[in-house]
């Protein structure tokens, strides 16, 4: 069988997978004769395919079998599997797990690293990943290459971008948020400079806040509840500036070129700090400090 595939498994939330694209474009520069896959989640993987050009497999349609006792996949999982010469995962996985692939596919590379970098990393979170390459001197390589590129002009995704501010004034975890009221005090103030303002929600924000709150939010600027992650993609794209949380919108934005102010409460930007070209990360800061950021980075 010819054996052309490299597959990334990865099931991590948005930040943490956006964090490992330079991996893998330092793999499609190191295979460029090979289809480099992730499999994940199919939002995911088909956000990562529009941006990175790379393909991917929904982790739903059927790869949990590698975690059975027997191990038994559905055909097309099974031929990719049984077609890669190389696999890394960021699953965590158990014994049984990096067993079972070893069985299905003895002649591929299999090299497993931790999706998070330990609770006393001080350094950011790609600097971990290097770490965990040191015993793969090219693949290591490759990816501070990427990482240099992206630092300087992102991933190279083409954008269209308008006149608004987009906003996110949420994340997945509460500790993570900057008080909801600066966030509406930061909006206020762009419009009474004339910018345009957009408030991105998502499902979690909705069950989250208060109707009361979310009026609020509606009130400060037009509200954009983008269903898909290719959807988030467009808002991003078309977007002068972005300020949110740490968060994974955060990281996307970063990524793809989109000037960020990044805002740190609960974590710290040195360890968790978006990729990107023209990201500023600040802990904590005041209204007054996020807005001059901003419209310093939209002059």
Known sequence: MLRRNVLIFHLGALGDFILTWPFALALSRIYPQSRVIFVTHGEKGQLAEKVL???????????????N???????????????????????????????????????????????????????????????????HPIERAATEQILRSVADRGVGFTRNPGRDILIHPGSGSPAKCWPLENFLELAAKFKENGTGVRILIGEVERE????????????????????????????????????????????????????TVSIFTATKPEQWQPLGPRVQAISAPTVDQALKLAMAMIK
């Open 208 to 259: 989250r806040w208060s109707g009361s709150d979310l009026d609020k939010l509606g009130s400060a600027g037009e509200l954009s509840e983008p269903k898909s992650y290719a959807q988030l993609l467009v808002e991003l794209s078309t977007a002068a500036a972005f300020i949110g949380n740490d968060s994974g919108p955060g990281h996307l934005a970063g990524i793809i070129g989109v000037p």
């Open 69 to 135: 006792e027997t191990p038994a996949l559905p055909e097309r999982a099974e031929k990719l599997l049984l077609g890669a010469h190389a696999i890394y995962t960021f699953l965590s996985p158990t014994p049984l797990w990096l067993a079972n692939v070893n069985r299905l596919n003895p002649l591929a590379k299999l090299v497993a690293m931790e999706p998070k970098p330990p609770a006393d990393f001080s350094s950011h979170a790609s600097q971990r990943l290097l770490e965990q390459l040191k015993d």
């Open 53 to 67: 050009r790379l393909e991917s497999s929904d982790v739903e349609t059927g790869w949990h079998g590698l975690f």
